[in-house]
Each structure stands twice: as C-alpha cells, then as structure tokens.
C-alpha cells in the first residue's frame, strides 16, 4: 500500500477542543496524537461517519493564540474499550483555515522537528 499523505506528520501531544458541527455547541477536548500541515489525528470516544464536519481549536505549546480550524473526519479506527468505553482514532483533514493559521501549524512541524520529536515522512 503507498502512502498518499503530502505532509511530514509530527507526533506530539497537542490539545485539540473540538465541535461536531451539528452538534453545536457542545464541545469535547483531546489529546492529539499527531499532526501535519494537511491534518490531525486523535482519540474520540464516539463512532462518527466519515464526512462529520469538525470545528477545532488547536493549541500549540509554541503560541499563545490557538490555531482554528475546520476539518472533516476521513477515517475512523476501533480501538481497545477503555474502562468500558468506545475508543477511536480519528483521521481529520484539515477543511478551511486561515493563512495565518495555516503558517502557526507549519512553525510548529518545524519546531518539533528541531526538538527531535518523532516523524512519519509523507
């Protein structure tokens, strides 16, 4: 299987707060599990289709202002029960973000990158 990703994805624990865009506005928080310029991935405790549209707030240990975002969840994956509960990885593009955004999310790759943190090449 080739990979398709386009972007170097850092693995680094970042909190994500997060909306399910037709369940505003009730949000939950995570733990991300890695990041890249084109996407996130984290832990959710709900099985949700792919194609549910996502609100985000990002926060980079690197900025005080968080990184908003909008994405779409394009994969999901079971994983063990924990105490009980579902638990799935899931895979999100990023949709919509601003440059500015899109230029914070991108300094943190390359900071992490120079703390030595772990990477996957795309």
Same mark, same amino acid.
């Given at each position: 299987?080739?990979?398709?990703?386009?972007?170097?994805?850092?693995?680094?624990?970042?909190?994500?707060?997060?909306?399910?865009?037709?369940? $505003?506005?009730?949000?939950?928080?995570?733990?991300?599990?890695?990041?890249?310029?084109?996407?996130?991935? +984290?832990?959710?405790?709900?099985?949700?289709?792919?194609? =549910? $549209?996502?609100?985000?707030?990002?926060?980079?240990?690197?900025? =005080?202002?968080?990184?908003?975002?909008?994405?779409?969840?394009?994969?999901?994956?079971?994983?063990?029960?924990?105490?009980?509960?579902?638990?799935?990885?899931?895979?999100?593009? +990023?949709?919509?973000?601003?440059? +500015?955004?899109?230029?914070?999310?991108?300094?943190?790759?390359?900071? +992490?990158?120079?703390?030595?943190?772990?990477?996957?090449?795309?």
């Amino acid at each position: 299987m080739q990979e398709k990703r386009r972007y170097i994805r850092i693995e680094a624990p970042i909190v994500v707060t997060y909306k399910i865009k037709e369940k $505003l506005p009730k949000t939950k928080k995570a733990i991300i599990k890695d990041f890249s310029e084109g996407g996130i991935r +984290f832990p959710i405790y709900e099985k949700l289709k792919i194609g =549910t $549209l996502l609100e985000m707030r990002i926060e980079t240990p690197f900025d =005080t202002i968080p990184v908003f975002a909008k994405g779409e969840i394009v994969w999901t994956k079971a994983l063990n029960a924990n105490e009980g509960r579902e638990i799935y990885d899931a895979g999100v593009k +990023f949709t919509k973000m601003q440059n +500015f955004d899109k230029k914070k999310i991108s300094q943190a790759t390359m900071n +992490f990158l120079s703390m030595g943190k772990k990477y996957r090449p795309g």
